[in-house]
């Protein structure tokens, strides 16, 4: 098996096109064990991971949690809220204090963009990013990309829109560096205010018209309104967002071809997609989360393999 290119898995920017193929074929024998019977292989009996979270999350933390025991690690769950960081003490401290107890590999979710890559500047431990802020969102794009290529056979030549608040979005900037590598064509659509002002400059098309950007696509992936990040209104109500922005059935069904609905989850039905939409044939947001497993466990695997190797 070949090793990753980086040491971390800070973010897809990092990534190599060979590291996504590596992670993905990972990924495949990984999706077979998790559909046996008995669902867990010894690989990682050896190791102790802590999951930090510093910031809300089901599917993400829950993932990697299970994705942890599936490889048979020791594992050691951190939440924020009910921390020592509350009395004042430093990522850094919180962490090398976690470190101390033998712990090899850290799971960071947290609101600052940047957080992942600064702690891997200051501890010693292989550090996997799930979200920093606005930042980066890595094994989301990755599941992301794993279940394109599962539906459409390949995420090359593909054309993928991402909709909705792009401005705010880890998903929207790791999903399109993790395309773009693997030879898919990019756009975003949603109001100008929430697209960021130089996004082309990342190779992306930019479209505000939600009908015409569905109608180039082949997927389209659906984001999250991210109010809690916004300090400001960026448009006049959800309702108006929903209007102009918003996924429904009768829309999906005009379309000049079937394409593929994804979304990163947590939804806000009625928003920007409809139950009807969300819950249709050409939905595959279930089966990323499915996937999400088996790419947390095949990176989770990967950068431990460099753990031993050292
Ligand atoms: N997609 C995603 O990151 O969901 P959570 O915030 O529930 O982890």
């Not at 696509?217 to 659906?222: E, F, G, R």
């Not at 960026?234 to 102009?244: C, T």
């Amino acid at each position: 098996m070949d090793n990753l290119s980086v040491e971390h898995l800070l973010g897809i920017r990092d990534l190599t096109e060979k590291d996504i193929q590596i992670i993905f074929q990972t990924a495949d024998s990984f999706k077979q064990v998790i559909n046996r019977p008995i669902k867990k292989v010894p690989s990682l009996r050896d190791i102790t991971i802590a999951n930090l979270f510093f910031e809300n999350s089901t599917r993400t933390r829950l993932s990697f949690e299970i994705a942890q025991k599936r490889l048979s690690a020791d594992i050691v769950n951190f939440s924020a809220a009910s921390s020592s960081t509350k009395k004042g003490e430093t990522l850094v401290d919180t962490v090398n204090n976690i470190l101390s107890m033998k712990v090899d590999m850290l799971v960071m979710r947290h609101p600052n963009p940047g957080a992942a890559q600064f702690l891997s500047t200051k501890v010693n431990a292989k550090i996997i990013n799930a979200g920093d802020g606005t930042h980066e969102h890595p094994t989301q794009a990755l599941l992301d990309a794993f279940s394109i290529r599962e539906k459409l056979g390949d995420v090359a030549g593909k054309k993928v829109v991402i909709v909705g608040d792009i401005l705010h979005s880890r998903v929207a900037l790791s999903n399109i560096y993790c395309l773009q590598k693997l030879g898919a064509e990019v756009m975003v659509c949603g109001p100008t205010t929430l697209i960021p002002k130089h996004i082309h400059q990342l190779g992306v098309k930019v479209e505000h018209n939600l009908i015409k950007a569905l109608n180039w696509c082949d997927v389209a992936n659906m984001l999250r309104i991210q109010l809690e990040r916004q300090d400001i209104k960026f448009f006049p109500s959800l309702r108006e967002y929903s209007m102009l922005f918003g996924l429904n059935k009768e829309i999906l069904d005009n379309l000049d071809k079937e394409i593929v609905v994804m979304h990163p989850g947590p939804i806000n039905r009625g928003v920007e997609i409809t139950s009807d939409v969300a819950d249709s044939k050409q939905s595959i947001i279930l089966n990323q989360v499915e996937n999400g497993v088996a790419i947390r466990m095949a990176v989770t695997y990967l950068l431990a393999a460099k753990i031993k190797h050292q």
